[in-house]
C-alpha cells in the first residue's frame, strides 16, 4: 500500500461517508419493510449513483447491502414477517423472544452479531479475497451438489419435534420448488399452463405467507383478548449474554464467509446452517425455537457474514454471487470501472479506498440499528388488534411489489394458509423453507454434474473438496441417527424427558 | 446525495398533487402528458435492468417528463410483454424495454397469448452486445476450425445462463450449424455459469461480451470468435464466426439486441416524439460511454427495420428451438 | 412438548397425525400417480433416467408416500403430544373469524381491480370492526396507512402500486 496518501485522499471525502450512512438507513428501513427487499432498494439507488463519484456511488450500494441484511431482522423479530429472506432464520428465535417481552434484547442480539458478523466478514474480504477466490473457482458443479446435502442434513436438526413431520415439510417444500420451467430442458413441471408459475413460485410471498400471515389468521380464530399494557419492549442485552453467544457468532461468521465466497448459496442458507450449528453445540438446546438469545445471534451471524464475503468473487473474479452484488457489478460498469482480476492491477488505490468505506460501515451499522432499535422496538408495544390489520396490508403491498402481480397476493395467502395448517398440525415451517431453497440447487448441481462428466459417476469424487463434503455429510446423518437412537432410549427410560429431534 | 434527498421531497409532496389528477386525457396533443413507464420484463440487476435505468434517467431529460421504471419479470421476459401486448389504461404512455427474450421465448413458450411483431411498434433499437465464442485459458483449442474437428469427435459441452437464453440459443444454432456433439450445461445466470467456464468444468460458452470481456484482457478465457456481423473493436483481432467460411457459419451472425417497444395502439405522434428523443439520448455521451462499458455497439434499426428485424428474428429461433428439442 | 400424561381410551393415540398422515398419503398418490406423468412433461431423448424433469418429483412423490405411512401407523402406537393442549385455543366468535376471512378476500379479489389504497382501507376496517377495536381514533389510522404507505411504495420508493381502480 505504497499509495497510502492516494488511498487516503480518494476516501477521506464528506460525501463517502454521507453515501455510507445515507446507504445503511436506507437499508435499514427498506429491509425492515416486509415486501421490499434490499434487492430492490439497491435496484432502485442505482440510478442515483450515476452523476455520483464512484467510491460514493459503490459505497452507498454496499450500505444499503448490509443496512438491508439487517433491517430485515427487525421485523422478523416483532412481527415475524421477515423483510428479507435471509431473516426467516432470525425470527425462529426472535419472534418467541418478542413475545416474552424481550423485542429489545432479540433485536440488539441481532444487531450485535450482524456488526460482529459484518466485521469478520469485511477482514475475510481484506486479507483473503484473493485466496477465497480459488476456492471458489474450485467450486464446480459437483462439489456444491455434496454442499447442498450437507446442508440439507441441517434439516434433521431443525426437526424440533417429530423427525416425520420435519422431513415431510423438507420434502413439500423441495416439491414446490420445482414448480416452473425444467432448469435443463425449459419443459413445464406443474404449473398447469399458469404464466405465474413458469418462473417458479416467488419466494417473498412464500416467505411473508409462511410466517407472518398464521399469525394474523390465529389472532382472529382467537377470542379477543384485552391488550395487557406492558413495556413489552424489555430490557436490553446484558454483556454476559453476548459473552455467551460470542462462539456462535463467530463460528457463524465464518460459516457466513465462505458461503458468502462461493458464488451463488446465498445468505438464508448460510443463517440456517450457523443456526443449526449453534443449536448442535449449545447446551441449551431444547430452548432453540424457543426463544433462545444463541439462535437470534447465530441466524444473524449466518447471514451478515456473507454481506463482505461475496463482494470477495465479485471484485477479484466479476462474478456477482446473487442479485444484489449483480446490481453492484452495473454500477462498477456505470461508473467505466470492470470488476475482476485486472481491477486489482489497475485500481489498486479505489479498491482500498473502498475497503476502508466498507469497514466504516460496519461502525455506521451499529449507530444507526441502534436508533433503530430505540424506535422500532416501540411496535412491540402496539396492540396486535390495531397492529396485525397494518401488518397485512403491509404483506400485500410487498408481495405485490416483488413482481408487480395480483397472482403473488393470492399466493401469498395461500401460503398463510399452508402456513396456519402446519402451525395446527405441529409440522415446522423452518424445514419447509430449506428445502424450498435448497431444492432446486440439490437437483441442478446433480444434473449439471451429470451433463459435465458425461454420465460418468466418479465426477461426484473427483477431488478432496467433494471427499470433505462427503465426509461431513455422512457423518451429519450419522450423528443426527445416533442422537435419535438414544433420545428413544431416554424416553424409554424416562417417560419424563421430551423425546429430542 | 442531495439528489435523493430533494428527490424524495418533490415526489411526497408531488404525490400529494398527483392523486387528484391521474385522469389523463387520451388526447394525445402534446405527447406526453404523463409520466413515461419504461416497463422491464426481467428483474432488477440484469443488464436489461442496468441499461433501462440508464436509458430512463437519459430519456427524461429529453422527453420534460418523469420516466418511471418498472419491473415486470416472469418467464423469461414473456410475463412483462404479454401484459403490455394485453394494452390497458395507460398504454399510450408505456414502453418496454425488448431484449432476444422477446424473440426467443416466441419460439420456446407454448401459448404465448400474443404476437411478438404485430401487436407492438418498434421505436428504437439502442445497443447490440456480441457474444463472444471463448474457451478456458488451457483449453487445446486455439481457432473455431479446431474446435469443430475436435466436437466431431468427441462431445463438447458449451454452459449458458439458462434456457432460451441468447446465449444457450447461440450454442444451440452453433451445434445444429456444423452438426457437432454438443451438450448444453445450464446455470442460472451468466454469474453462476462463469465459474465453470473459468474453471474449466465446461469446453466452450457463448458469452455475452460484458460478462468476459475483462477476463478475455487478462488472459484467463480465450476468445475464438465473435458473433456478430463485423468484428468487435473491443476485440479486434478476434474473428467473427462468418468470417470462418466453413461449416455454415457464415449463417451465424447473432447478438444481444436490446431495443424499446410499445403497444400496437401507441399513437404515432407519440412514435415520432419518443424515437427524436430517443435518438438524442444515443447521442448522449453519459449514454456512448456506457455502452463502451457493455462493449456494446449502439443498435442501427429503428422503426419499419427494427419490426423486419425482429420478424427475422422469431422465424430463426423458432427453428433452431425445433431442431433443438426445446420447443413445447 | 412433553408426552402428555392423560390417556386415552381410543386406539388411536394422535386424532392430529392420523389425519394429516392421510391427507398426506392422499396427496402423495396423487402427485405420483396423476400430477408426475401429466403435468411434467418427459423429453424423447435422455442419456439417464436421473437426467429426467420427473426424476425428482417422483422420488419427492414416493418419500411422501412412505413417510405418511409412517406418520400414520405412529398415530396408533404414539402418544399424542400435549402440543394440542399447548395450542388449544378459546374460539373467538364465528363472526371475527369470518370478517378476517372476508379482509383476505378483499385483498385478493379487488386489489387489481380497485386499487391498493382503497382495498387496504376497507380491508383494515373491517379487521377493526371484527376484533372490534372501540377507540374511535384508531379508524383513523385506517385511512391514513394505506394512503401513506402507497404514496411511500409508488413516489419514494418507484414500485409502482394499482393506485387508482381500473388501471393498467
Known amino acids: 500500500m505504497e499509495n497510502f496518501s492516494e488511498v487516503v485522499g480518494i476516501f477521506f471525502s464528506l460525501d463517502n461517508f454521507l453515501a455510507i450512512a445515507v446507504g445503511v438507513v436506507i437499508g435499514v428501513v427498506v429491509g425492515s419493510i416486509p415486501g421490499l427487499t434490499a434487492t430492490m432498494a439497491v435496484a432502485l439507488a442505482l440510478p442515483f449513483t450515476f452523476s455520483m463519484q464512484p467510491v460514493a456511488a459503490i459505497l452507498l450500494l454496499v450500505g444499503i447491502y448490509k443496512g438491508g441484511m439487517y433491517g430485515g431482522s427487525i421485523t422478523a423479530i416483532l412481527i415475524r414477517t421477515p423483510g428479507s429472506p435471509a431473516s426467516a432464520c432470525t425470527l425462529l428465535d426472535g419472534y418467541p423472544m418478542a413475545q416474552q417481552g424481550h423485542a429489545k434484547k432479540a433485536l440488539k442480539a441481532a444487531l450485535y452479531s450482524s456488526v460482529i458478523a459484518d466485521f469478520i466478514s469485511n477482514i475475510a474480504l481484506i486479507f483473503f479475497a484473493a485466496y477465497l477466490a480459488k476456492i471458489a473457482l474450485n467450486f464446480g458443479a459437483p462439489e456444491f451438489f455434496w454442499l447442498i446435502c450437507f446442508s440439507l442434513t441441517i434439516i434433521i436438526s431443525l426437526a424440533s419435534g417429530s423427525m416425520i413431520k420435519g422431513l415431510m415439510a423438507a420434502l413439500l417444500g423441495i416439491l414446490l420448488s420445482m414448480v416452473g420451467l425444467d432448469e435443463v430442458f425449459g419443459s413445464q413441471r406443474l404449473t398447469f399452463g399458469n404464466y405465474n408459475l413458469m418462473d417458479s413460485i416467488s419466494f417473498i410471498p412464500l416467505l411473508i405467507g409462511l410466517f407472518a400471515i398464521p399469525e394474523i389468521i390465529e389472532f382472529y380464530r382467537k377470542k379477543a383478548i384485552p391488550h395487557i399494557k406492558a413495556k413489552a419492549s424489555g430490557a436490553g442485552l446484558a454483556f454476559s449474554e453476548l459473552k455467551r453467544c460470542m462462539k456462535s457468532i463467530v463460528r457463524g461468521s465464518l460459516i457466513g464467509v465462505i458461503i458468502g465466497a462461493i458464488p451463488g448459496t446465498g445468505a438464508t442458507a448460510a443463517a440456517f446452517i450457523s443456526y443449526s450449528d449453534a443449536r448442535r453445540r449449545s447446551p441449551n438446546k431444547a430452548n432453540f425455537g424457543k426463544g433462545e438469545v444463541e439462535g437470534v445471534a447465530a441466524a444473524e451471524a449466518g447471514n451478515n457474514g456473507v454481506a463482505g464475503a461475496t463482494l470477495i468473487p465479485l471484485l477479484s473474479l466479476g462474478i456477482p454471487g446473487d442479485v444484489i452484488t449483480a446490481i453492484i457489478l452495473g454500477a462498477f460498469m456505470v461508473h467505466g470501472l470492470t470488476p475482476g482480476p485486472l481491477m486489482f492491477q489497475e485500481n489498486l488505490s479505489l479498491i482500498y479506498a473502498l475497503f476502508l468505506g466498507i469497514m466504516c460501515s460496519s461502525v455506521i451499522l451499529l449507530v444507526v440499528g441502534n436508533v433503530a432499535i430505540k424506535y422500532f422496538s416501540l411496535i412491540a408495544d402496539i396492540p396486535k388488534s390495531i397492529l396485525f390489520p397494518i401488518v397485512l396490508m403491509f404483506c400485500v403491498y410487498g408481495a405485490y411489489a416483488v413482481n408487480n402481480a395480483t397472482f403473488d397476493v393470492g399466493l401469498m395467502l395461500a401460503f398463510g394458509v399452508l402456513g396456519y395448517i402446519f402451525n395446527r398440525t405441529a409440522i415446522p415451517a423452518a424445514p419447509f423453507l430449506i428445502g424450498f431453497i435448497l431444492g432446486p440447487m440439490f437437483e441442478d448441481n446433480l444434473r449439471r454434474s451429470l451433463l459435465i462428466g458425461s454420465n460418468d459417476l466418479s465426477i461426484f469424487v473427483r477431488g478432496p473438496i467433494t471427499w470433505v463434503f462427503i465426509v461431513l455429510t455422512v457423518g451429519s446423518i450419522a450423528l443426527a441417527l445416533y442422537r435419535f437412537i438414544s433420545s428413544r432410549r431416554d424416553v424409554r427410560h424416562a417417560t419424563t424427558t421430551p423425546p429430542e429431534l | 446525495m442531495n439528489k435523493i434527498l430533494s428527490s424524495a421531497y418533490l415526489a411526497a409532496c408531488g404525490s400529494a398533487l398527483a392523486l387528484g389528477l391521474t385522469v389523463s386525457s387520451a388526447n394525445a396533443n402534446d405527447w406526453p402528458t404523463d409520466d413515461v413507464r419504461l416497463v422491464v420484463p426481467y428483474a432488477p440487476g440484469g443488464t436489461t435492468d442496468v441499461l433501462s435505468r440508464r436509458v430512463a434517467d437519459l430519456l427524461q431529460q429529453e422527453l420534460d417528463a418523469n420516466v418511471v421504471v418498472e419491473n415486470r419479470p416472469g418467464a423469461g421476459s414473456t410475463v412483462g410483454t404479454g401484459r403490455l401486448a394485453r394494452g390497458g389504461r395507460g398504454v399510450d404512455h408505456t414502453i418496454l424495454m425488448a431484449s432476444p427474450g422477446h424473440t426467443i421465448g416466441a419460439a420456446i413458450y407454448p401459448d404465448l397469448g400474443y404476437d411478438p411483431v404485430e401487436d407492438f411498434v418498434f421505436l428504437q433499437n439502442m445497443i447490440d452486445i456480441p457474444n463472444v465464442m471463448v474457451v478456458p485459458a488451457d483449453s487445446p483449442y486455439e481457432s473455431v476450425i479446431e474446435f469443430v474437428e475436435a466436437a466431431k469427435e468427441e462431445n463438447m459441452t458449451f454452459s449458458h445462463s439458462g434456457v432460451g437464453s441468447s446465449i444457450h440459443m447461440s450454442g444451440e444454432l452453433f451445434k445444429t450449424l456444423t452438426e457437432t456433439n454438443m451438450t448444453a450445461v445450464p446455470f442460472a445466470g451468466s454469474g453462476a455459469a462463469l465459474p465453470a467456464l473459468l474453471g474449466g468444468d465446461v469446453d466452450v460458452s457463448f458469452e455475452n461480451m460484458p460478462t468476459v470481456l475483462s477476463h478475455i484482457r487478462s488472459g484467463d478465457l480465450r476468445a475464438l470468435a465473435v458473433t456478430s456481423a463485423e468484428r468487435s473493436e473491443y476485440l479486434p483481432d478476434v474473428p467473427t464466426l462468418s468470417e470462418v467460411g466453413e461449416y455454415n457459419l457464415d449463417q451465424f451472425v447473432t447478438t444481444a439486441w436490446f431495443g424499446l417497444v410499445a403497444h400496437s395502439s401507441f399513437p404515432e405522434e407519440a412514435q415520432s416524439v419518443m424515437q427524436d428523443a430517443l435518438s438524442k439520448v444515443m447521442e448522449r455521451e453519459e449514454f456512448l460511454d456506457f455502452a463502451d462499458q457493455l462493449g456494446a455497439e449502439p443498435g442501427q434499426v429503428s422503426g419499419e427495420e427494427f419490426k423486419q428485424f425482429i420478424a427475422d428474428e422469431v422465424e430463426r429461433w423458432e427453428g433452431v428451438a425445433q431442431q433443438a428439442g426445446i420447443s413445447q | ?168
Not at chain 3, 385506517?142 to 402507497?150: C, D, E, N, R, Y
Request: charged share 15%.
Open chain 3, 1 to 168: 412438548m412433553t408426552p402428555s400424561g392423560s390417556k386415552r381410551r381410543v386406539k388411536v393415540k394422535d386424532t392430529n397425525d392420523l389425519i394429516t398422515g392421510i391427507v398426506l398419503l392422499g396427496f402423495a398418490i396423487v402427485l405420483v400417480f396423476y400430477l408426475v406423468p401429466n403435468y411434467i412433461n418427459e423429453p424423447p431423448i435422455l442419456q439417464n433416467p436421473m437426467m429426467s424433469p420427473r426424476w425428482l418429483p417422483a422420488i419427492i412423490g414416493w418419500l411422501i408416500l412412505l413417510f405418511s405411512i409412517l406418520l400414520i401407523l405412529q398415530a396408533f402406537i404414539l402418544e399424542g403430544k400435549t402440543e394440542e393442549d399447548e395450542r388449544a385455543i378459546e374460539k373467538g366468535s364465528t363472526r371475527r373469524f369470518v370478517l378476517m376471512v372476508l379482509s383476505l378476500v378483499i385483498y385478493v379479489a379487488l386489489f387489481e381491480a380497485m386499487g391498493a389504497v382503497f382495498c387496504g382501507i376497507l380491508a383494515t376496517l373491517v379487521l377493526f370492526i371484527a376484533h372490534p377495536v372501540r377507540t374511535w381514533w384508531v379508524y383513523s389510522l385506517a385511512f391514513l396507512f394505506p394512503i401513506i404507505v402507497a404514496l411511500l411504495f409508488v413516489e419514494v420508493m418507484n414500485v409502482p402500486l394499482p393506485i387508482m381502480p381500473f388501471g393498467f
